[in-house]
């Protein structure tokens, strides 16, 4: 006798009901990928409503990192096999990428013949955000950081943001001191007013004076109207000196006074006018050195280094490498609205081992440039520069790009063994569609073993 089926004895509108009431997003394709059933869980994780969903493939409406390569419902179709739990990213409506967990099986009539697959996927965003806490990660404003370093520094900040301070924040190029500049002001009471960045190395002193205090019509010539500087226009608010180290010492001694006194007076006026701002200066430069070089002024020192914050460059805090990679791939998915679902082991170690003198700035460039050149759903060795390539794995008569190549092949030929030299299992682990591989392997003359990962002899 026929197994009657667990949801025998309910009526086909009651188990409507209870797909619209449940948490969990569910929907149906056909034979041909077309969406045949989306209930409103689905609707709420992906922002598309039924209407929109029922009638298109399933690949335009998720957008996930697994459509191109190793698509668990196709992979269900094709084996007549079930999966559960699979973790995996969709791009909700928004261009936001959204962690989900999957579980797919295949749609049967009531006679049992296949009629499509169903698919039944949770938004672990919370559960994801969850690990990162436990993982370590803090994040204040747009920095995030796991190393114990940064964490010394975002403890104390939103004590030193409350406390009005002048602060004083040195760290080579590209360590993020604006950035730090900017939490700050944003942890900080004067938040609703503005942040000003200037930058006080790319001016002369004229310059500099009529940017930061202003100047009264007939000032100069060309002056025809008055025009407030950047002290009366972030009034309330928070500037940052960067470049302080560069200024010139006849304009430390305008800015010592102007700190002093607390207020400036516009180039052609007689009358100071009272300076309500934040003042937090920044600089690559050693000021200590230039102290003891009589480069810069004690006083001026003193008057500005009253908290001072010292951000690590990047190369002492590489544990910070992944989570950065991460963050600006994110960043650039949104901007570009496109579907990297990450970086492959073999780049991330490229990226481990450099040592970014223009610290997390250069990684950004990197990654944006990597970026632009992957076309896959992974960054790969091969979308990274070759500058990144350290100088032993250059051949002698190797070209940059075949010392790219190089790399390539090793990162291929090593994932291939660890998965038994099965190619799907490969492209699945390197991040690619198979065909890739495929086309890689041809292109980088890899050889395979007589047997593969997969069962019997390899035909090709
Ligand atoms: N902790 C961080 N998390 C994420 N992004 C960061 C972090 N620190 C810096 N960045 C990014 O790195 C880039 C450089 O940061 P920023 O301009 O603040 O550095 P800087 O030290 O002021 O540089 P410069 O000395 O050249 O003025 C920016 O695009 C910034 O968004």
Excluded at 186 to 201: D, H
Excluded at 235 to 256: M, N
Excluded at 313 to 342: F, T
Excluded at 385 to 399: M, N, V, Y
Aim: proline residues 4%; glycine residues 6%.
């Amino acid at each position: 006798m026929k197994k009657k089926s667990k949801f025998h004895d309910i009526h086909p509108h009651a188990t409507e009901i209870i797909l619209e009431s449940i948490s969990e997003g569910v929907f149906t394709v056909d034979h041909n990928w077309k969406i045949t059933s989306f209930n409103k869980a689905a609707t709420e994780i992906t922002g598309i409503s039924r209407d929109e969903a029922v009638g298109k493939h399933c690949w335009e409406v998720f957008r996930s990192n697994m459509c191109e390569s190793g698509c668990f419902l196709r992979q269900t179709m094709k084996q007549k096999k079930s999966f559960v739990g699979k973790s995996v990213y969709i791009v909700n409506s928004r261009m936001q990428k959204i962690p989900i967990s999957l579980s797919t099986a295949l749609l049967k009539d009531e006679k049992g013949r296949v009629i499509g697959g169903v698919e039944t996927f949770r938004d672990m965003t919370l559960v994801e955000e969850l690990r990162k806490e436990l993982d370590g990660r803090l994040q204040i404003g747009d920095m995030t950081s796991k190393s114990a370093s940064m964490h010394r520094i975002f403890d104390i900040l939103p004590r030193v943001a409350e406390s009005d301070s002048t602060v004083m924040i040195q760290g080579e190029t590209g360590t993020g001191k604006e950035l730090l500049a900017r939490a700050i002001h944003e942890l900080s009471s004067r938040r609703k007013k503005p942040f000003t960045a200037i930058n006080c190395g790319a001016l002369p002193d004229n310059l500099l004076e009529s940017e930061l205090f202003g100047y009264k019509a007939g000032a100069f010539t060309g002056a025809v109207k008055d025009k407030p500087g950047h002290f009366a226009a972030a009034k309330g608010g928070t500037i940052l000196l960067d470049e302080i180290g560069d200024i010139s010492p006849a304009f430390q001694v305008r800015l010592l006074r102007v700190l002093q006194e607390m207020t400036f007076t516009p180039l052609g006026s007689t009358t100071p006018v009272k300076a309500d701002v934040r003042v937090i200066t920044a600089s690559n430069k050693n000021i200590e050195h230039m102290l003891e070089n009589e480069e810069f002024r004690q006083d001026l020192f003193y008057r500005i280094n009253v908290v001072r914050l010292e951000l690590p460059p990047l190369r002492d805090r590489k544990e910070d490498i992944p989570l950065l990679v991460e963050k600006m791939i994110e960043r650039l998915n949104r901007l570009k609205a496109r579907n990297v679902a990450g970086i492959a082991p073999e780049a991330l170690r490229l990226l481990m081992a450099y040592d970014y003198p223009g610290n997390i700035r250069e990684l950004e460039n990197i990654i944006e440039y990597a970026f632009v050149l992957c076309n896959e759903a992974m960054i790969g060795l091969g979308h990274m520069p070759k500058h990144l390539i350290p100088e032993s794995d250059f051949a002698s008569q190797d070209t940059g790009r075949d010392t790219l190549k190089t790399a390539e092949a090793r990162a291929i030929k090593d994932a291939l063994k660890r998965n038994n030299y099965n190619r799907l299992a490969t492209a699945s682990e390197l991040g690619v569609h198979k065909s890739t591989l495929f086309r890689k392997i041809k292109s980088l003359k890899i050889s395979l073993p007589e047997k593969d990962g997969r069962s019997g002899p390899r035909k090709s």
